[in-house]
């Protein structure tokens, strides 16, 4: 089960003013609003089973940096949320890109084994399979959800789990 280490709230009140009434959090500067990258791609493979002609929508799914999601949306704020994310405790952000990234090469991953699916006669354990991947994205968006909302994630993805998706992020490029 992870277990969540709070952290000290960010004492600067120029950070405190500038995030009342926005959904940025102010102890740690970042914004859920960057998880729905990931929930549309999370709700799209949990509808392949039954619906295998979305695998194309899939496989259409690019990672996304926090900046470059901010900078592309229509979130109200932003330009303060891309701001807010540069002041961001060190630690915290090295924290939150690792979870990103894991989560992103195991989309990757999902993304690879969609590929060799036939959508016309998808195979036995398909269901199976999604439903194994799908249960990691959750525990990892859960991860990051836990880090932009206050805490630190004391236990992380197994070693297995973080390698194999570093790789898979390092054969990409």
């Known amino acids: ?16 003013d500038r995030l009342q009434g926005t959904n940025i959090n102010p102890v740690t500067l970042l914004a859920t609003d960057y998880l729905n990258h990931f929930n549309e791609v999370i709700m799209l493979v949990e509808m392949v089973p039954d619906m295998p002609d979305m695998i194309e929508e899939v496989l259409a ?24 994310f540069d ?14 990234a894991c989560l992103d090469g195991n989309i990757f991953k999902a993304q690879q ?13 398909l269901a199976e399979d999604v439903r194994v991947a799908v249960g990691k994205f959750q525990r990892l968006v859960e991860m ?12 992380t993805p197994d070693d297995n789990e973080t390698s194999s998706a570093q790789a898979d992020i390092d054969a990409m490029f």
Not at 3 to 11: A, M
Not at 87 to 100: E, G, I, S
């Open 1 to 16: 089960m992870t277990q969540v280490q709070t952290i000290d709230p960010v004492t600067e009140t120029r950070w405190a």
């Open 61 to 84: 799914w690019e990672p996304k940096s926090y900046k470059a999601h901010f900078a592309e949306s229509g979130f109200r704020d932003k330009d303060l949320a891309i701001e807010a």
């Open 87 to 100: 002041a961001a405790p060190d630690d915290l952000r090295a924290q939150f890109d690792a979870l990103v």
């Open 113 to 125: 084994m969609l590929e060799t699916v036939d959508a016309e006669a998808p195979g036995p354990t």
């Open 144 to 155: 990051i959800s836990s880090v932009i909302n206050g805490g630190t994630v004391k236990d």
